[in-house]
């Protein structure tokens, strides 16, 4: 349950950590225990999170391209089975993006 916390907590509660009464640069999150360096390292990290969805969804994309360009040339009674076998991973694709895109729209939130 803690890693659930640490994935879902939004580090809005920081603390300034202090060694032998030094500050060292970093902040603890005081709602899920994680540390970064800097005030601003939850937003850094989510910049980088989106960024990196950002990829997988533009490659997702091009292969959704490329399935549909082969759903629209393959002929279904020629070769069923590939035209189903086609539409499933297109399927599969678009379900894929979907959930690229509702996880960057939880970051944002």
Not at 25 to 44: H, I, T, V
Not at 56 to 80: F, R, T, V
Not at 81 to 106: C, F, M, P, W
Request: charged letters at 35%; a negative charge.
């Amino acid at each position: 349950m803690g890693d659930q916390l640490k994935e879902k907590c939004r580090h809005k509660n920081l603390r300034k950590e202090y060694i032998m009464g030094s500050q060292t640069g970093d902040f603890e999150c005081l709602d899920c225990g994680r540390m970064g360096y800097g005030r601003d390292w939850p937003e850094k990290e989510r910049a980088a999170q989106e960024l990196k969805l950002w990829a997988q969804h533009e490659e997702l994309s091009k292969q959704a391209k490329d399935l549909s360009a082969k759903i629209l040339a393959s002929n279904p009674q020629e070769n069923y089975d590939e035209h189903v076998r086609l539409v499933k991973e297109s399927t599969e694709t678009y379900t894929s993006l979907s959930g690229i895109i509702a996880e960057i729209n939880e970051l944002r939130k």
